[in-house]
């Protein structure tokens, strides 16, 4: 079984969207037993939190079974037991490196490595734009599952 995270900032908006997403994606395929999907925040500074209701409408919006999940940290043992941890944007990806033990640097990815777009999702906390970051992730974790 491949065990993906998902990381963004706070693990409120887009990574908790990436994991439902992902999910339901894979659950479309018909590959569940194939795939571990969760997600984590680089920061602490959301813990706890439910989804951004914003983030959650989207989901709805598009008919993606949602989450009754709370924030949560990345740890180095958390990526240590995981195959790909995916991050939203540069930033993102920075802190991941600070988080994990250097031996998983290379499970270490950006979501739009997938999506063939050619920038970061940008976090719709402080765009506002929930509709542009739910088409971003999307597109990446379809490039993502085609590559599995």
Known sequence: MKTIIFVCLGNICRSP?????MK???????RDAEFFVSSAAVSSEALGWQMEPRAAAVLRRHSVPGSDRVAIRLTAAMA???DLVIGMDDGNLRAMKRIVAQEDVPKLHLLNEY???????????Y????????REIEQGCEGLLRSL
């Open 17 to 21: 969207m990436a994991e439902c997403i």
């Open 24 to 30: 339901e994606k894979i659950r479309a395929s018909g």
């Open 80 to 82: 240590a037991d995981a």
């Open 115 to 125: 999506s063939g777009i050619p920038h970061p999702v940008a976090d719709p906390w």
């Open 127 to 134: 765009t506002g734009d929930f509709e542009t970051a739910y």
